[in-house]
Structures are given as C-alpha cells and as structure tokens.
C-alpha cells in the first residue's frame, strides 16, 4: 500500500457519492430483493452461515449487486478479494490465486474474488479463472447487467448459482431515500433536508428501480437548494424535476433490455395491441433507439404476421421507414407510429412466411430431379427437339385465365405451401382460389 491509498483508507467513504456512503454494510439493512435475500432464502441462509458457493449477480444497474458483494465482504471470515473486469487482466487473476492457494496452504483459509462487470472479460480471461473455480481454489462471485448464460463462459456459469436481481420498488426506493436524508454520519442529515412527500415519490418513481440514480438525484438537491429562513433546505417537486429531468431507463443497445423491448414491441404488433405496440416505440425512441432498426423491425412483421390478410400493411411499413430516412428524429416517430398502429390493427396471416420456410425445407432436403419438362424453358432452337415446353398450357388462353396442370416437381405433387387463412384479404383469395378450381 503506497502513501496516496492509505490516506484514501483513513477517509472512507468521505467524499464519495451519497449512493456510495449509503450503502448497507449488513443484510437487514438490505432493501429489496426479498425473492433471493428474505428471511430463509437460499442466499440469506448462505451469507448468514459464512457458507457461500460461487454466485454471479445479475440484474440492472443500482439494483444491489456490489453491495450484496460487500456485505459478503463485512461477513465472511474468508479472505476477500474484489477486481473489475473493465480494468483487470489475466496478470491479476494470477496473482489472486497464487495468493489463494498461499493463503489455503498456511492457513485453511478460502478465498473469495468478487469480479464486477465480470461480462467484460474476454474468453481467455474467463477461461483462465475456469480451473481456480472448479477445484475450489477461489470462491467466484460475479455481477454483472448482462445476461450470464450468453455472456459468460457456460463452464462458469454451469459452476456458479445465478441469482437474478429486478429493479427496486417505488416504496424501497422512498425508504432509501428517507434513510439518506436522515442519516447524519453516512447521508444529508448535516444539512437539515425536508423532502416534500411529492417529491419523494416523483423521485422514486423517475428513478425507474435504480437506487442509484435516485441517491444522485437526492444528492444534487440539498447541494444545490439554499437554505430557508429557519435554516432548513426543503426539497420540492419542482426541485426534485430539475435533479433527474429524464427518466432513467435500464436500456443498453446491446443489452438483454434492448432484445427484450424490441422482442416486446412485435409480439404486440402481432397480438393487434396498438397501444402496447406504441408505448414500447416511445420507449425506443426516448431510450434512444436507431429509428431504422425499429423500422426494419415494423417491415418484417407487416410481412411475417400481417402478409397477404392485408397488403397494404407492407406498404405502410415501407413507406414509414423511407420516410423516417429521409426527414429523421424527432418528425419521423410520427411515420413510425402510423406504421405501428397500422400493422397492429390489420387482420393477421402468417402463411407466407410459414410457407416459404416449408419450401426452403424441402429444397434442402428433398432431392429433385428435374423442373416438369412442360415448364421449362422453350425460348432456343434446340428445345422442343429436347421436350421443353412440350405440352404446356398457357393460362391467359383459358377461362378465366386458369387451367390445372403441373407446376411443382414430381417429388412435390401434392404439397400445399400456402394455406390462405380466413383472415382479411386472404378470405377473398382463398374463396377465389376454389371458384377457379371448381369451376375448371
């Protein structure tokens, strides 16, 4: 330890964010997450007894993830450990076992590592901790925002119990901050604060289950409201709207939040809820979404869910999304609602798109022989000698422009691709389609 981190040791928390001064050294000052940390849950029990087994964290932001790892830390009598993958390398793995293994070998002693934003390590950085987790060398506790059973080595994770945390309630979230603003050794206490009930719940409620950005928020408004006449700093719901102007949203493009909000969106498109359908848009849009990944995202389902029940869908969709090119954000949600609620009140039909993944089936594992003869081409001198186009019917030279013959191959006769529904424009096809047949 060099004479800069001793120094930082006998301050503390003095001069960290009120979030970081704030946060629980124990568990029955944990707030929220009773489904894993209640009285009696698995991970209560395991903390309680010292008896922790390698666990990754996963959940949003401010959701209590490092600081179940620090209260981890305030209750074992193992020796812990904590690296962040965002600055950590295989050099400091290293040296974390080879400590481990000194520590088990003098003392008996185990070793916990907790990783913070243990999905930024690579492959071989997570392959490098695999054998030191397996023979129980160090005891792994991992947190993370990203989905572990994709971003995470599966030997792991197949080797840790993943405990999911969910964003905080509204009523966790008031008590936190009433704690803060009481608190005089670790919060605002010092500064005689009053918070409006108002503005409290406007507050938790824009935070959207991150304590953190509530804390900050909290943080930001005794600093920066003067005082009253009897001494006192009284935070206001018009105080409170100027420290946390925009709703926090748990968004990451590249996140499980992103594919569960676009994988939302369609699903209400498909299910012809345009209400749902929208909020999820404004959602993306406010979150800041790429308005042509959203518009491809509408095209695709206007063809997949809405086909031929309505054409006029794909149109929409298409022209949503070309003018959303050219006349951009903030005007082009207006196309792209359009498009949204159109696609999601059209009559739906997925037989297109059941029946062209039914004939790419077959085109890979059916062996075909040869286009029926009478459908080939006939166009070069030579052709007819080789009996292409011999007995062809043209169409337009029949009644209603419709005669029956063969067109698939020999080994398909038969096979039906496209069963129009009875949804929309389809009906009227369909209805068509078996007046040509009867009729012919």
């Known amino acids: 330890m060099d004479l800069f981190e001793y120094n930082r040791s006998l301050r503390g928390n003095e001069g960290s964010p009120l979030a970081a001064r704030m946060r629980p050294k124990t568990l029955e000052e944990f707030v929220g997450q009773e489904h894993i940390v209640g009285k009696g849950k698995l991970l209560y029990r395991a903390i309680k007894s010292d008896r922790i087994s390698s666990v990754i964290f996963y959940g949003p932001p401010g959701t209590g993830k490092t600081t179940l790892a620090k209260i981890i830390a305030n209750t074992t009598k193992s020796e812990f450990r904590q690296i962040n993958a965002t600055t950590a390398g295989i050099k400091d793995i290293k040296e974390v076992v080879s400590d481990a293994k000194d520590r088990q070998g003098m003392y008996a002693t185990k070793t916990i590592l907790f990783i913070d934003e243990i999905h930024r390590f690579n492959k071989t950085q997570q392959d490098a901790l695999l054998p030191h987790v397996e023979d129980g060398t160090i005891i792994l506790v991992g947190a ?217 089936e077959d085109v890979k594992k059916v062996r075909i022989r040869s286009v029926p003869p009478h459908l080939k081409d006939s166009s070069y001198s030579s052709a007819k000698e080789m009996g292409n186009g011999v007995g062809y019917k043209y169409a337009h030279a029949y009644p209603n422009h419709y005669v029956k013959q063969q067109y698939l191959p020999d080994e398909l ?25 009867d009729n012919s």
């Open 144 to 360: 993370t925002t990203e989905n572990p059973y994709f971003e995470v080595n599966k030997a792991l994770v197949s080797r840790s119990i993943i405990f999911q945390l969910k964003p905080l309630e509204q009523k966790d979230i008031e008590q936190l901050l009433r704690w803060a603003i009481d608190d005089m050794e670790q919060g605002m206490g010092a500064y005689q604060a009053e918070i409006d009930k108002d503005a409290l719940a406007f507050l938790a409620d824009t935070a959207n289950g991150d304590a953190r950005t509530a804390l900050n928020a909290l943080e930001l408004a005794v600093l920066t409201t003067e005082k009253e006449k009897d001494g006192k700093i009284r935070i206001t719901l018009p105080v409170a709207e100027e420290c946390i102007q925009k709703r926090a949203l748990n968004y990451d493009k590249n996140g499980d939040n992103h594919y569960d909000t676009i994988s939302a969106f369609i699903k209400s498109m498909r299910g012809s809820d345009p209400d749902a359908a929208l909020y999820y848009l404004a959602k993306m849009i406010y979150a800041g979404e790429d308005p042509k990944f959203i518009a491809r995202r509408v095209v695709i389902c206007a063809s997949e869910d809405v086909g031929n029940a309505d054409p006029h869908a794909l149109q929409v969709a298409v022209a949503a999304m070309q003018a959303v090119d050219f006349i951009g954000l903030p005007e082009g949600r207006i196309a792209l609602a359009q498009a949204v609620t159109y696609v999601s009140c059209a009559p739906k039909s997925n037989a297109a798109y059941v029946g062209i993944n039914k004939a790419l």
């Open 413 to 437: 006769v038969g096979t039906v691709y496209y069963e129009l529904s009875d949804s929309g424009v389809e009906r009227r096809m369909k209805e068509y389609m078996k007046r040509l047949k």
